[in-house]
């Protein structure tokens, strides 16, 4: 086994360079610790990948991942899940004798699978998973470190060589990484997939459709529209690669599905005592008041985007939060509980969709007006129609991911992604500010009830 080089010596290769490897590649170069980092995209990119590293000290382009492995010290694999393990068997044997190696994606199975095939036995294995997304500062932010084929000696020199991200190090193994991201992000996603597709089937944005204004509608519209102006990989391969994922987004198609069929029979004592039992399961059976809420209209309503109707002393008609009930329901019916998991390893759109999951369920007047509203009593009858377009959305997403294309659910994402594409700069300053505010007020779990 070769000597682990002191961090100042470290040369860091990078093997793909989309927008969280050029993140990673810029916050490591401008901290200037280490010796250099050696980067490469694709062969038909290096042309532009030089032209990006001029004037950027430390970062050195180079033509291919051979030329990566062969030189660096600590190599990550900043590429889709989907096609790890191709590239990972086209460089992995080139791996320098005694390096660490890394992955940086959101499921992590494959990626096992992969670096112990293809990697050579004298090579460590390190892996990291950022639970943020590119525009997100790493900040604070959770950085999962996994010693999978590796002595501590090298996971403390991999969290020195990150130090600059300033990221807060959790550890796990890659069994418990997969089950983490699943229970944090798979349902979050899909709801939030499920309402953008719903809209664009609607045709008509959101916020100038009258019902979608101010508190909980603003967080919806906003994480929506952040996640549609994401790239639809960064989804696809947690929702298709990860086995858990994939039984979660099912349950929550099957609980949306539920739900609505309960709202649209009228059956409101039923649909009154399922709501309940996932919000006893979940939040603690002792109602609002408790516990402390982690976000409220005051907050929620200084991020609102585009221009509601100009009605005089408009107020929007009570909303059945169908997605909210169904996702709370599926972490009912799956045993789930999102608390544990809240400052363990969640993202910043999990912490902002159980703040106001919190913020609906702790407080039973709005809980119980949602389901007045879901059950045609009063104006809720407005909301029906978009909520039969949010189930037959959730299911087509649920059969996407379970027919396991790619492809089709790119197709499916792009769809979505060019009808709101107009407005990803407006929602873009409004998710800036959400989460700098998130940022500053970070979210502490309630203290968990005789329930839980």
Sequence with gaps: MSRI???????????????????????????????????????????????????????????????????????????????????????????????????????????????????????????????????????????????????????????????????????????????????????????????????????????????????????KINIALRIYAAKWHVYAGLAILNPTARKQIHQFSESATDLFKLMIGGKRDELRKRVFDARDFVFGSEGGGQHPILLSDKVLDRFSIGQPPSTVDFQPPPNSHLALLAMVDSWHLLGIRPFVHLQLAATPVFRFWIGVAEYLFRDESRLEAAIEASTGQGEGVAFSADDAEFVIAARGWSDTVRYGSFEAYRKRFEETRVFFEPRFEESRIANRDMFAFLAQEPIKPPTPSSSQ
């Design 5 to 219: 080089p002191s961090v100042k010596d470290a040369v860091i290769g990078l093997i793909g360079m989309g927008e969280m490897g050029k993140m990673y590649a810029e916050r490591l170069a401008q901290a200037g610790h280490c010796n250099r980092i050696n980067v490469c995209d694709l062969p038909e990119k290096y042309e532009s990948l030089v032209e990006y590293c001029k004037d950027k000290e430390r970062l050195v382009p180079m033509k291919d991942g051979h030329h990566v492995s062969r030189e660096s010290d600590f190599i990550i694999y900043s590429v889709e899940a989907a096609f790890l393990d191709k590239v990972v068997a086209q460089y992995g044997p080139s791996t320098k004798v005694g390096a660490i190696v890394s992955g940086q994606t959101s499921v992590k199975a494959p990626e096992r699978e992969a670096f112990e095939k293809y990697l050579p036995k004298d090579v460590q294995i390190v892996s990291i998973h950022s639970l943020h997304g590119p525009t997100v500062p790493p900040d604070g932010q959770a950085l999962i470190i996994i010693k999978h084929r590796a002595e501590e000696e090298h996971v403390k020199f991999v969290q020195e060589l990150l130090a600059p991200l300033k990221s807060r190090y959790v550890h796990l193994s890659y069994d418990e990484h997969d089950e983490v991201t699943a229970n944090t992000q798979a349902v979050t996603h899909a709801a939030f997939l499920s309402m953008g597709t719903a809209w664009r089937c609607t045709g008509q944005f959101p916020w100038e459709l009258g019902r979608y204004i101010g508190g909980i509608e603003i967080v």
